[in-house]
């Protein structure tokens, strides 16, 4: 018999389902294309030997041409934090959570009122997330009202710099931000290679379903290129508005786009590190409202986690989606749902601490749950250990019938390891709990909060740094 050193839990769809799938997506490509008005791409694409009709303003993959440039793509590579020590390997094995990015409200942790964002809240999130350890990365959770649009996202990202020493994961506007910020990652680096060796963030862009690529979206893909900075290519086609109602047809359109995004990338510069994001979206029809969730979401992502894998792109998924407006209990039971798919079918970077109410709010308790539910994520994907002292077999048969294993050196061996133990998660006995104030999650979870906040610190930049990005951001704001 083979000794096995650890067995890992798996979703999976059959190997001729995947097929078909990839199949259908090359095709579409291959006779229907994208669509896109931005002369630079259309000119870059057709000398990279795609198939280009300027007066459609469409791309057609050739499905060799598509293949070689697919094969660019790098199946691993550095993200950087703000110091070495906090850089990251994101390879085919990795499993690295981070919040969601995008939302334009926030639930008060004083008060618990619906509100825009500030700027304030930004530094205060990065903050908190800084200090969560099971939130390896750092995204622009909440977008803040109280600064110029014509420079939100460039000052939000020098906000963040500021307070956080983990990878960041934010969404350009449009090109011009896309510029600043890399001018921001030079003055944090030091220069353009340090940049490409140690991308302190990555882009996050997408295509507006059914296949069209904007052209913003397609600069802030190019900029990332020229740069050397990692790109998240997103696609959400909504189920039933802007791509196919049923699941398999959402496969089929989101993993099109997705391939689209990853030619593109290498179009512009070969070896430009891109994951495959996955929000799959539904809508339901009684409310015209999107739905973030549902069960539906776990399913598709976990299909198109295993396309990705099988073309050797590393994937970013929404894996703890919600449409709940509070940290509640609908709250927990979609993102805990969906969260088990994400793990189970081997997302790579994992997406969604930290936001409620289909991406419009985002929560510090909820972040803090969040994390909480990300540590049982990397529990699972860890699996179980196969070697002779994990299967105790010698040790069940040495302390036998009747016996019990509480003072065994084994136990003491692995108590800490064997269990994820939850920061805010009850597991006490109901008199201990009580004694403690009876206290829910989102209650237990508002005081981590307010307690990280009050005694986590992040090591301030060099003064020189801190002020070029200011002045880079056009502003200056603490």
């Known amino acids: ?216 979206e397609l600069a802030i893909l190019r900029t990332a290129a020229a740069r050397g900075l990692p790109v998240m290519f997103g696609s959400t086609p909504i189920r039933g508005a802007t791509g196919p109602i049923t699941l398999a047809g959402q496969v089929v359109l989101h993993h099109a786009e997705c391939l689209a995004g990853a030619v593109l990338s290498q179009v512009f510069r070969p070896g430009t590190p891109i994951t495959y994001g996955i929000r799959p979206s539904g809508m339901d029809m009684r409310y015209a409202s999107p739905i973030w969730g549902g069960v539906e979401w776990g399913m598709v992502t976990a299909a198109l986690t295993q396309l990705a894998r099988r073309r050797g792109m590393l994937t970013d998924v929404v894996g703890l989606p919600t449409d709940s407006k509070l940290p509640d209990e609908q709250a927990g039971l979609e993102k805990g749902f969906n969260a088990a798919f994400a793990a189970l079918s081997g997302g790579n970077v994992v997406a969604g601490a930290g936001y409620l109410d289909f991406i419009m709010t985002g929560s510090f308790e909820q972040l803090v749950i969040d994390d909480d539910i990300a540590g049982m994520m990397l529990r699972v994907r860890r699996g179980l250990d196969l070697d002779d002292d994990h299967l105790a077999s010698q040790l069940i048969q040495a302390v036998g019938p009747a016996g019990n294993y509480l003072t065994e050196p084994h136990t003491l061996r692995y108590l800490r390891t064997e269990d994820y133990t939850p920061r805010v998660l009850d597991r006490q006995a109901r008199h201990d709990w009580s004694a403690g104030g009876s206290q829910d999650v989102a209650q237990r979870a508002r005081q981590r909060a307010r307690q990280l906040l009050s005694t986590h610190r992040v090591p301030p930049l060099a003064d020189e740094v801190s002020n070029e990005l200011d002045r880079i951001a056009h502003t200056i704001r603490s």
Request: aromatic share 4%; proline share 8%.
């Open 1 to 216: 018999m083979p000794t096995l050193r650890r067995s890992c839990f798996q979703l999976g769809l059959p190997v001729e389902a995947l097929d078909r799938f990839d199949a259908l997506a090359l095709r579409i490509l291959e006779e229907t294309g994208i669509h896109t008005p931005d002369a630079a791409t259309l000119t870059a694409a057709r000398a990279a030997g795609l198939s280009v009709s300027e007066a459609e303003g469409r791309i057609r993959f050739p499905p060799q041409v598509a293949e070689s440039l697919m094969q660019q793509v790098p199946r691993s590579f550095v993200i950087g934090g703000r110091d070495r020590a906090d850089d990251l390997e994101l390879g085919p094995d990795s499993l690295l959570v981070r919040p969601q990015s995008g939302c334009p409200n926030v639930l008060d942790l004083e008060t618990g009122s619906w509100r825009p964002a500030r700027l304030s809240d930004v530094a205060a999130m990065a903050r908190l997330n800084d200090g969560l350890p099971n939130l390896q990365l750092a995204a622009s959770l909440i977008y803040p009202s109280d600064v110029g649009v014509q420079d939100r996202e460039v000052v939000l990202l020098a906000t963040m710099l500021k307070n956080t020493r983990k990878h960041i994961y934010i969404q350009p506007f449009g090109a011009e931000g896309a510029a600043r910020m890399g001018q921001l990652a030079e003055v944090l680096r030091g220069g353009s290679r340090e940049v490409a060796a140690r991308p302190p963030f990555t882009f996050i862009t997408a295509p507006t379903s059914p296949l069209v690529t904007a052209p913003n």
